[in-house]
């Protein structure tokens, strides 16, 4: 399955203090990342490890998308890949392959820009250049650049709106083998900024929709859950919708 993510409308983006100074340091020293990347992966249950490989693998390496040309991968990708690869095994589907990528400006995907490879080969460059002088900066002054990352947090606009619109396509075989080719557009508006206001209304409507369906469901499973196993999609997309978040999903399919 390969999901393509667009966020519009990202003005007035913020940044969460705690959620900026712990990817420093995750990815601020090569032990620490090391030990970010281990448990992210140990966390897959083991019979889904070998297809999260996979994931992990593809979302590394420039892709061509059929819906927004060469893409990037998507940067929440370390966290998205574990978490999706433990949904579907809980939920029956496990031996998932998923490509989780993020579309570039439509503007640079044109013949002159090979489809918008070079756009994304520059990404690499700077990804690379970002992450090492990262690492070299923690090692010689560590302080420093917390105090820095500290100092430069964007504040939220409170009439930010994010727009995120994911196109997932995936294959399945039918009973004579012929494969079956599917597509599902989910379109998202988020009132607030993606960085803070979206977080939190995340978060909290999460929380209180396992409080709702104790109430009304009775004794949730235990475990360390993601937010899809412990509800379901539907439970947790009328929590969404009620407290204002637009979802709208349409699919396709064909043979």
Not at 9 to 15: A, P, Q, R, S, V
Not at 82 to 90: G, Y
Not at 99 to 104: E, F, L
Not at 105 to 127: D, R, S
């Amino acid at each position: 399955a390969e999901t393509v993510v667009d966020v519009k409308n990202m003005k007035g983006i913020g940044f969460p203090r705690g959620t900026l100074l712990t990817f420093n340091r995750f990815m601020g020293s090569p032990i620490s990342t090391i030990r970010f990347l281990w448990t992210s992966f140990t966390y897959i249950p083991a019979e889904e490890r070998m297809a999260a490989l996979w994931s992990y693998a593809s979302w590394c390496l420039p892709s061509w998308s059929y819906s927004a040309g060469f893409t990037m991968p998507n940067i929440m990708g370390l966290i998205n890949i574990p978490v999706v690869h433990s949904s579907a095994s809980a939920l029956g589907y496990g031996g998932l392959r998923l490509n989780d990528r993020a579309g570039i400006p439509k503007e640079a995907v044109n013949v002159f820009t090979g489809y918008g490879l070079f756009v994304v080969m520059m990404f690499y460059g700077i990804l690379a250049t970002g992450f090492t002088l990262l690492q070299i900066s923690n090692f010689f002054c560590a302080e420093r650049v917390k105090r820095l990352l500290e100092s430069a947090l964007a504040p939220p606009l409170k009439s930010a709106m994010t727009e995120i619109t994911l196109e997932g396509r995936g294959t399945s075989t039918t009973g004579r083998s012929k494969r079956k080719h599917k597509s599902v557009h989910v379109a998202m508006q988020i009132p607030g900024d993606p960085g803070v206001a979206c977080t939190c209304l995340l978060a909290v409507e999460t929380a209180v929709a396992l409080v709702d369906k104790s109430k009304t469901k009775g004794q949730l499973s235990s475990g360390f859950h993601t937010p899809v196993v412990a509800l379901t999609g539907s439970f947790l997309a009328k929590r969404l919708q009620a407290a204002g978040v637009k979802i709208k999903a349409t699919t396709n399919s064909g043979d």
